[in-house]
């Protein structure tokens, strides 16, 4: 019996034009483009990309699921709002969660991404010493300059998320990757998130490197919980 392929090459096309066109908006929102409250309009993000409007259908129906945009019946797309004091502390209760577990099973497999943890670490703190100066020199900080920190900080907890060898796991924490990433972008307002970041990164590394999955575990509790106590006084102050 002949197997009968579920995809033609059109459908594997088609899917990989919406996937690119999903990445095209997903950064344009991310970088702060367009103002929250905004209407996004297929036809004119269509345009603009010069794509017919259903990959931007497609790609809008995959981007409210992240949250980044909220759509109203009759009247189409909008940039999602700033986050709020609830669904702040909804996010962070999540990351905890998910982010303990995966230190938790990263602990006994860390040799294996251990040079890929220190790069990132390197990184990072290279990230930071640059944020760090041009918030010193001006209060904008270039967006590329932010972009490069943030995927520093990012591929750090990716390669926790990848020792930790649970495919459902690494799925729940990319699912969260877009609000993570807006988030993360709404509570950098001074040098002291950097820093701190960047130090509670360490005492997570080297927990990994002794082998210590319960201090690594503390620590990177320590981390998630430093960045939403910073976040709330970032938004009271």
Known sequence: MTAQLPLRVGDLERRGLRDRV???????????????????????????????????????????????????????????????????????????????????????RAQAVLDELRLAHRLH????????????????????????????DSAFHRAIFAAAGNRYLVGMHEDLGAM?????????????????????HERVLEALERGDAEAATAAMRAHIEGVRLRSVRDESA
């Open 180 to 200: 993570t990433h807006r988030l993360r972008q709404a509570v950098l307002r001074g040098t002291s998130d950097v820093r701190e970041a960047h130090s509670e």
């Open 125 to 152: 703190q290279e990230c930071a010493d640059r944020v760090v100066e041009a918030m010193e020199r001006d209060a904008d900080v270039p967006v590329r300059t932010t972009q490069d920190y943030f995927e520093a």
């Open 22 to 108: 999903y990445e095209l908006i997903l950064e344009m929102l991310l970088e702060g483009d367009v103002e929250p409250g905004s209407r996004l309009s297929i036809d004119s993000l269509a345009k603009q990309l010069d794509v017919s409007p259903t990959p931007v259908r497609e790609a809008m129906v995959q981007l409210e699921r992240t949250g980044l945009v909220t759509r109203e019946a009759l009247k189409g797309y909008r940039v999602a709002p700033p986050l709020g004091r609830e669904q702040l502390s909804e996010l962070f209760d999540a990351r905890l969660m998910l982010e303990l577990e995966a230190t938790r099973l990263a602990a006994p």
